[in-house]
Structures are given as C-alpha cells and as structure tokens.
C-alpha cells in the first residue's frame, strides 16, 4: 500500500513536540510491515535541510486567492530515515526558521496543502491513501473532495489524525477564496460557528478521523475548544489509536545522548551514573530523589502549577528531593521558574529552552517525571521516560490514563493523580519520596517499567486495517 503523511512537523528534520515524532517513526514501521509510506512537510529552514542532500522531484504553481506561487518539491536522496520525506518549498512563505508563530501562518499551511495537493494531482497514479495530521493539513480532504481541479483525487481515501484538538487554524471567511475554486453551496463543510475551521473540516471530510488515545477521543466528545457537538455527531468514525515509541531512539542500552548505557542488567548503576553527572551539571544533590519535568510551558500541561507546586514541595519536605525543568514557552512562567533557582539553590534548577540532547540525559537520570497536564491527548514523555526506568507522575487524562497505573493498583508502576491542582502535585511528589526510601519497591518498579512494550507494532497495524477497511468502501 502506498500511504503518504502529510505533517507540518516529522523528527528529526523538524520537530516542535510528539506530532514530529509519531510522524517521523509511523512511516518507518509501515515500512517495516512492506508498505511503501512517504512523508511530505513544508521546507523550514532547518539543520536537518543544510546537513543532507535533496533532488528536485516536480516543480508547480497555483493561485491563491489574488496571489500567484511558484512551488518546488524536493526530496531527502538518502534512505537515512527509513521512508522517503519530501519538503514543499514556496519561495517566501515556507522557507522560514521556525515551523509555526508567524502572522501569515494561514497564508503559509494554506498554501502548502494546496501544492501538495497540486502535486499529487499530477501523479500518473494515485496512492492508496492520504494522512494528514492536524489542523495544518486538514484542509486537504476537503480540496480533493470539493476542489473541481483536483477532482481526480475525490476518491482517494483519507485519514485524519488529531494529535493536538486545542488549535483549529481558523481562518475568517474573508480568505475563503484562497481555496482552490470549489462550489460555494458546499461552504457548510468548511464551516464552524461562522468562520472556517479547518480542523472541523478535516473531521467532516476524512474518510476516517483518529486521535492519539482512546482516552482522548473519548475526552473530546465533552470538551473539544467548541467542537465536541462536531465530535458527538461523527462518533462513528473516529476511533483512539494510542502512539507508540521509536525503540531505537530511546533506547537507554544504545541511546548516544546519555553518559553511560545500561538496561535490565545493570540499570542501578546504569541510572545512578547518568544521575550523577546531571547533579554536577546542575548543581543539584545525588542522594536526594531527582524529579524532572521536560516539554511546553503552556496552559495545556499545567506547568503554570509548577512554581508554586515545587516551592511548596520543597518547603513542606525540607529540601528532600531535586527538581529539573527543561522546556520553553508562556514568559511568566519561565520567568517564575528561572527565578525560583535563588531560592532553593542546590534543590532545584532550570533549563529554558529547546534541546534535544538534554532531553534524553534528563529521562536516563531522573528518578520521577512530573506531567500535570490538563488536556494530554497522548503524551510521550511518559513513554519515554518509562523506557528508561523513570517513574511516571501523571494526571488521570487523556493518554497518560491509557499508559500509566498507579502503583497502589494491581500491577501498577507509576503515580496517577485526578486533579491538575498545586494540591493534587504536592501530594503526589510526597508519594513518590516514600515510595524513593522504599529501596526494594523503587528497584521491582523500575525493571517493571523497562520491560513495558509501548513500540508501535500494534499501533501500526491497527492504522493499516484502518486504511484497508477505508480502501475497501
Ligand atoms: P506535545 O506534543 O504536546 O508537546 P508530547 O509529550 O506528545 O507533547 O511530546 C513532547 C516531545 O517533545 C517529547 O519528545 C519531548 O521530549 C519533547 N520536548 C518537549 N519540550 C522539549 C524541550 N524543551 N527540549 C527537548 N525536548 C522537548
């Protein structure tokens, strides 16, 4: 079958959060299961774009509006990654720095679909499926159902993924001439709550919609940011499909980022080595539990709870455990947390910022990682950090439900709290330092979450029947 992804974000050439890892390791154990799947992402001026080699696969170009693009296609020549990834490189629209945040992201993912739509459309054959991810990319079904010049295309069965249900990309109606020529009665498809939403579309249109957990597809029927009736009345083809992880990239036996590898054997020492050295690091006390907390500092994963929520762990147990956050995004909150480093010197440290390296140092090191979140549609870090014999503190939500037990509970290995609340972390980081004195538990924990299969053999095939069930209508 030959199923093309189609992503703002695919790791390693470009990645903000977990999109560009489930789409930079799906493809890859599709591949694996004989099918042909391809990647197609907007060209950002990335390290990964400099540091390899690309040939020239189609040059186009298309109207927008009042406004005329040149587009080109390019595609990665070696089979580094495992599938074939293509960039869509619109001079002055595409070619930029950073993959999201600027005033003209409308004009920019609008017309990256319309070229990889435009492109695909001149194929002498058509693929077996279409995927596209996220709002960025939901607008193409519509195009290839509606659009008259892509009218080739109506049939090709497509699947929506929702990674992340907060952000819609909506756009006014004033711009909806920016959609190739289509016929204007069916403007209900494109519309939610009198603007275009193009999330909304994507989930009317797709032949398929799915989301990263079945927790959270379960979540989005009550609270969707205003499209849950959307989600209520298209229940039927939606379906939770939980992520997986690439077993390779993080893999504390092989992983290059980290100190010193371990596994199974010799995962005491292996972690307390990593964990050393992450303390000299950053100044903090090896003999002490090392809670970390790595990703957005954004609303949706509660980490403006984390200020007051470490502060008052740290005073109500008298210093007795670390904290290190790495992450970057909302200013007061990383203002807040860069400031607390005057107050518990030695206890408690930050890094603001995005790196890659330092992430995998942290999961090897740590002994708990903290994920507060208020809307968690899957969540890898926990995944990830499970993998490496880090113990999970999560709120009861969304994916992080479907991937963590709480150690109270029969076979149980994390720590699951209900509230996104200062209260909810505070206690939960008190569990987790009886749970640190406890020698014996901690070590029959940590080799208990080692071996926790969350590698994307089942997910992936459950994303094959799914196109094949599609394919079949
Ligand atoms: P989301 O996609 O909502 O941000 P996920 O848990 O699905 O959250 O994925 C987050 C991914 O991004 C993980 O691979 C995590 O390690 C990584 N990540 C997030 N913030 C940072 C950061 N500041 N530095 C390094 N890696 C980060």
Redesign the pocket.
């Known amino acids: 079958m030959e199923i093309i992804h189609v992503s703002a974000e695919c790791y390693p050439y470009a990645?903000?959060?977990?999109?560009a890892?489930v789409v930079g390791t799906l493809p890859k154990y599709q591949q694996q299961l004989g099918h042909f799947a391809k990647v197609v992402v907007p060209m950002h001026r990335t390290k990964f774009l400099y540091e390899n080699e690309w040939t020239v696969e189609h040059k186009g170009s298309f109207n927008m509006g009042h406004m005329y693009f040149e587009y080109t296609i390019i595609r990665e020549k070696t089979t580094k990654l495992d599938f074939d990834l293509y960039c869509v490189d619109i001079y002055g629209l595409l070619d930029r720095e950073n993959v999201y945040s600027y005033d003209d992201d409308t004009e920019r993912f609008t017309a990256f679909q319309i070229a990889v739509v435009d492109w695909i459309n001149q194929w002498e054959h058509q693929p077996d499926v279409i995927h596209v991810h996220d709002h960025h990319t939901a607008l193409i079904p519509f195009m290839m159902q509606q659009c008259h010049a892509y009218s080739r295309l109506s049939k090709v069965p497509t699947v929506l993924t929702i990674?992340?249900g907060q952000y819609q990309g909506w756009m006014s109606w004033d711009k909806s001439t920016y959609i190739p020529a289509w016929d204007t009665w069916q403007w209900g498809l494109l519309d939610w709550s009198n603007t275009i939403n193009p999330l909304a579309c994507g989930v009317k249109c797709a032949d398929r919609v799915t989301t990263v957990s079945p927790s959270y597809m379960e979540e989005l029927t009550e609270s969707a940011n205003g499209l849950e009736q959307l989600f209520r009345m298209e229940r039927a083809k939606c379906t939770g499909i939980l992520n997986g992880i690439d077993t390779v990239v993080w893999n504390p036996e092989t992983d290059t980022y980290i100190l010193d590898n371990y596994s199974l054997k010799d995962e005491e020492a292996g972690k307390q080595l990593n964990k050393k050295k992450l303390c000299k690091d950053f100044k903090l006390d090896v003999k002490k539990p090392l809670f970390i907390y790595?990703?957005?500092l954004v609303a949706?994963?509660a980490a403006d709870l984390l200020p007051l929520a470490i502060n008052d762990s740290l005073n109500q147990l008298g210093n007795k455990m670390n904290f290190l956050i790495?992450?970057?995004g909302d200013a007061q909150v990383e203002e807040q947390l860069t400031n607390l480093k005057n107050s518990f010197t030695g206890y408690y440290n930050s890094k603001i910022?995005?790196?890659?390296k330092?992430?995998h140092q942290m999961y090897a090191g740590a002994d708990f990682i903290l994920m507060p979140s208020r809307v968690e549609?899957?969540?890898?870090?926990q995944m990830?950090a499970l993998r490496y014999g880090t113990i999970p503190i999560v709120r009861s939500i969304g994916g992080l439900k479907d991937t963590v037990i709480d150690f109270g509970e029969p076979n149980g290995y994390g720590i699951r709290f209900n509230y996104a609340s200062v209260w909810d972390i505070t206690y939960s980081v008190h569990r987790a330092v009886e749970l640190y004195d406890d020698k014996e538990k901690l070590a029959e924990i940590r080799k208990q979450i080692m071996q926790i299969d969350n590698s994307w053999e089942t997910s992936c095939e459950k994303y094959i029947n799914l196109y094949n069930a599609i394919r079949q209508i």
């Open positions: 990645k903000v959060g977990g999109l890892d990674h992340n790595i990703g957005r949706e994963k790495l992450g970057s910022g995005y790196n890659e330092l992430s549609p899957c969540g890898l870090n990830y």
